[in-house]
């Protein structure tokens, strides 16, 4: 996939998050806008992953810690064939196993995620049996950044240094913001960068809306030998629709059928002029 | 049945019982600096925005760590505030349950744990965000009071109350209007269940979001088939109003309970241990979540999916009355 043809799938990876949140009138909208870059990047550059072959013990893991950005994952998966996109009009229905968080009910989603600060201490499992059993597979996890305070992943950041797990990479989507506002006002985790160095990690920073950066931190690891790695990605909640970027309401907001009209137009703009 | 757009069936509307929630907070507040919230990013769905903005040094925020948030109730609560940790409650009963065990109960730190969103008001949100085990984790635990007000004026009350209690209270409270039950009656107390309607043929004791269905069912079993219909709000699921229970199954009419949580160990069976230990025989049917991998979808989709609605009670209701006691 050319670098043109992965920007041009961001945008309709876009489309498709709104398109889903607005029929299903409910969805993270923000933090999936945020994520979707990473996962882009992840699904079509980086995870060794066939939608045919799901259950190979050598695929390479992803479980979405910040698991209410599903809609991202969701889009994200279908994109790539594990099941066609029309099953995402069940989003949130009744007795649908689409729903507003990844399950395993759902093909292509390795762990049931929704409650914060539980994916990276899974992570640390899968990865000290791939060490274990000798495989070469990486196992990922993408986090939030008001996910941090969570002390679960603190106690998984200890263990991911103290067994050497270089196979390791948990993606931080460094968005700033939480429910209740930035997270510098409701509950500081400034020097990230710092706290995870001196957790024994090593740490890269990308722009999180650069294809380009993303696949590249993501494909070349470990970034040091016998250190688990850690990417903080720099990113904007809401990013690609002018009048979400950086607004608190569009945290689980629900577009009104004028405000998704004009978001779709934007996304129709910004993919005509990559073409 | 479309519980989300009903009219109360002639039942004034109120509001959520989070939304009372946090107004009686705020009057709490207004009167008693003493009172702290203790929100984990939760301020939003606890409806405590303007608490915040009215009394910024009464609340205190920590952020997505619910466990902290318990512990640091506990410790306020020990150096003489009146802690209220208030967190979405599949997280506050299941997370923070160290938390609540060791530094509430056990250390009698009189805490209130209000758990907002309880049972499956966010239903399509999966069992991460389901408390349907929360009844069963806290009876299991010495010196709590459980809580799950039926309306606004019960939660009002229970509001109050846990702000004067000396024993660690747990509340459990969800987000979709509530209708005033019984208004003829302004008595409320822990402990003590609210007869809501009564009748002769048939009793159903409900708690929380489910008292307002089994109403429904009580009025339409008396107005298409004549059978009459004891309703309670059993709004105190710990202690247990035995006085109450046994009163009720004095009489032999069947008993049917109905709880917004799974069978296993929650209202149900609490009242069954009770009863058929002193040997009462009623016919008794327990309502709830069934112990599977739970339907997902609106609250009251998964409330009709699993009979605890107006026409699944209404039906029970039926088959109780009419089976003929073995
Ligand atoms: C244990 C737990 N507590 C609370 C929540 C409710 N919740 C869902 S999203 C969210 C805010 C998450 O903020 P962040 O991690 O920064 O996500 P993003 O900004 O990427 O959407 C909260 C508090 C949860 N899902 N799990
Ligand atoms: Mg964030």
Sequence with gaps: MTNQELRLKSVVLRKNILKYIYIAKAGH???????????????????????????????????QSKGHCVEALFVTLADRGFFPESDLETLCAYQSHYIGHPTKKVHGVEQNTGALGHGLSICVGEAIAAKLDDKRHRVFTLLGDGELPEGSNWEAFLSASHYKLDN???????????????????????????????????????????????EEALKNGPFEEGKPNFIIAHTIKGKGVSFMEGSLKWHHGVPTEEQYALAQSELNTAEALIH | MELDKREGKNLKMGDANQVVFSETLEELAAIDSTIIAVTSDSRGSGKLV?????????????????QNLVG????????????????????LSARAL???????TYSDNPVTLVGISAGVSYGALGTTHHSLHDFAALR????????????????????????????????????????????????????????IREGENLTIIASGETVYPAWLAAKKLEETKGVKTTVVSMHTIKPLDTDLLERLAANGQPIITVEEHMVNGGLG?????????????????????????????????????YGISEEGLYNLGMEMVLKTPE
């Excluded at chain 1, 994520?35 to 479980?63: A, G, S, T």
């Excluded at chain 2, 303007?50 to 619910?66: D, L, M, R, T, W």
């Design chain 1, 29 to 63: 909208t923000g933090g999936s806008l945020s994520c979707i870059d990473i996962l882009n990047v992840l699904y079509n550059k980086v995870l060794n992953v066939d939608p045919k072959d799901f259950k190979n013990p050598n695929r390479d893991r992803y479980i």
């Design chain 1, 168 to 214: 390791l990479y948990a993606i931080l989507d460094n968005n700033k913001q939480q429910i209740t506002g930035n997270n510098k006002e409701v509950m500081n985790t400034d020097s990230v960068r710092d706290k995870l160095q001196s957790f024994g990690w090593a740490v890269k920073e990308v722009d999180g809306h650069n294809l380009e950066q993303l």
């Design chain 2, 50 to 66: 303007s608490f915040g903005e009215k009394y910024p040094n009464q609340i205190v925020e920590v952020g997505i760590a619910e």
């Design chain 2, 72 to 91: 640091v109730a506990a410790g306020l609560t020990s150096a003489g505030k009146k802690a209220f940790a208030v967190s979405p409650a599949c997280f």
């Design chain 2, 98 to 104: 160290e938390q609540i065990k060791n530094d509430v």
């Design chain 2, 140 to 195: 299991a635990i010495n010196n709590i009071i459980i809580v799950a007000p039926a309306d606004n004026f019960e939660t009002a009350q229970a509001v109050r109350q846990a702000a004067a209690s000396n024993k660690p209270v747990y509340m459990r409270l969800g987000k979709k209007a509530m209708p005033f039950l019984n208004e003829a009656d302004q008595t409320f107390e822990f402990g003590k269940g609210r007869i």
């Design chain 2, 269 to 305: 069976e609490a009242c069954a241990a009770y009863l058929f230990q002193r040997g009462y025989k009623n016919r008794f049917r327990i309502v709830g979540i069934p112990d599977e991998y739970t339907v997902t979808g609106s609250q009251i989709e998964i409330f009709g999916h």
